[in-house]
């Protein structure tokens, strides 16, 4: 049974340069409207995946932090009235910085959220034209100050590995950002995806994307000085003090249950993975129609379920548990990983193994996307 709920907000005051939700700009939502469709989605999976509290809740888009405070706590109060909530329960927000959305902080801890994850992405006002961003870096910074003077706990994240960008200078970013004491950090390279603004631009030659060399030159970096700082990588891209990493990604990374509600929310239930309607009309006409936004649900094989349990929890400093991932798919643990494979990227110490439980080194992790290729059996994906 679900454990952690996602809720899904499309809306963005703004187009991005390296996402596809550009088609979700809106300049006016239906707030009312909204409420209504957002809790009976939520209504309908509570009925198929409850019967355990909740762990984690986490508000994700798009801009959440657009989201009425009001909107929020209704939402709340139907997730701990259907499914209840664990002790401790975290409750996350992203949030972009700008004056206008840090100004409802104070609104949307009242509603009951307690953890906001910042989209910073850069220190400087240079970069953050170039990524696209409406916030400047001084407005950045003053939404980081409110956040952590509202919330119990605070995450923000930089994009490194940006075109010319060299050691020296990520460094010194790097080092500001650790200065601001908070306990996790979300540190990913610049990607370029198929059919962004960035693809275009690439493709055009108005920027030339950092090499491989320099960008793992940056990711060592960043391990050792997060790692000096108290703040190691639990994954690939996002380090945290001890107890600070974020217990809603763990779900995933762990491969648990989590509902998942609002426009193209992903969900995994009871070995079915569910998927709703992106498009936000097409969404709200789901809902009008059959009581919730799902387009498609189908049911996962176990050596798929086995597969995407490898595929995410190779992501985690603590690797996975192959005993565990036997036990619970009925796959014998030789057929879930390539002991060959494994054995050579031991030796060249990329990947480690400790009895029952494998994973990838500090130094495999910039190589992880090849390693993943190479560990999980490609009879195990393609089942």
């Known amino acids: 049974m679900a454990k952690a709920l996602y809720i899904h907000w499309p809306f963005c005051l703004a187009k991005c340069p390296y996402c596809d939700f550009n088609s979700h700009v809106r300049e006016r939502v239906d707030a009312d409207a909204w409420r209504e469709a957002l ?12 019967g355990e509290p909740l762990e984690s809740i986490f508000f994700g888009g798009g ?5 009425p405070p009001a909107l929020v706590g209704a939402l709340l109060e139907q997730a701990d009235r259907l499914w209840g909530f664990a002790p401790g329960i975290e409750i996350t927000l992203e949030a972009n910085p700008s004056s206008v959305e840090a100004s409802k902080f104070a609104d949307l801890a009242a509603a009951g959220v307690n953890r906001v994850s910042l989209g ?19 407005e950045g910074l003053a939404a980081l100050d409110t956040a952590q003077a509202v919330f119990g706990r605070v995450s923000f994240d930089l994009i490194y590995a940006r075109p010319g960008q060299g050691p020296e200078q990520w460094e010194a970013e790097l080092r500001t950002a650790l200065g601001f004491g908070t306990g996790h950090l979300s540190l990913y390279q610049l990607t370029i995806e198929p059919g962004t603004r960035f693809a275009t631009d690439v493709r055009q030659r108005a920027f030339v994307p950092l090499a491989d060399d320099p960008a793992a030159d940056l990711f060592a970096l960043t391990r050792a000085l997060t790692e000096a700082a108290g703040l190691p990588a639990y994954e690939v891209s996002n380090h945290a003090r001890p107890g600070e990493a974020s217990r809603h990604n763990l779900a995933y990374w762990r491969y648990r249950d989590y509902a998942g509600i609002g426009p193209g929310a992903h969900g995994r239930r009871g070995g079915m ?3 709703r309607h992106k498009k936000p009309e097409n969404w ?12 498609d649900e189908r049911p996962l094989g176990p050596s798929e379920q086995a597969s995407e349990a490898l595929l995410m929890g190779l992501r985690l400093a603590e690797g996975v548990d192959l005993a565990g991932l036997s036990q619970r798919f009925g796959i014998p643990t030789p057929e879930l990983i390539d002991s060959a494979k494994l054995a ?3 030796g060249l ?5 400790e009895r029952e439980r494998i994973g990838v080194t500090p130094q495999g992790m910039p ?4 390693l993943l290729g190479e560990l999980v059996p490609a009879a195990l994906v393609a089942a």
């Open 39 to 50: 809790l009976a989605d939520m209504r309908h999976d509570a009925a198929l995946a409850g």
């Open 63 to 67: 801009t959440p932090s657009l989201m």
């Open 120 to 138: 910073l992405q850069a220190l400087d006002d240079k970069t953050l034209r170039f990524l696209g961003r409406l916030h400047d870096a001084r």
């Open 273 to 275: 993975a569910t998927l």
């Open 284 to 295: 709200l006409d789901a809902v009008a129609e059959h009581g919730h936004g799902l387009k």
């Open 344 to 346: 050579l990227y031991e």
């Open 349 to 353: 110490g990329l990947a480690w193994r």
């Open 367 to 370: 190589l992880l996307d090849a």
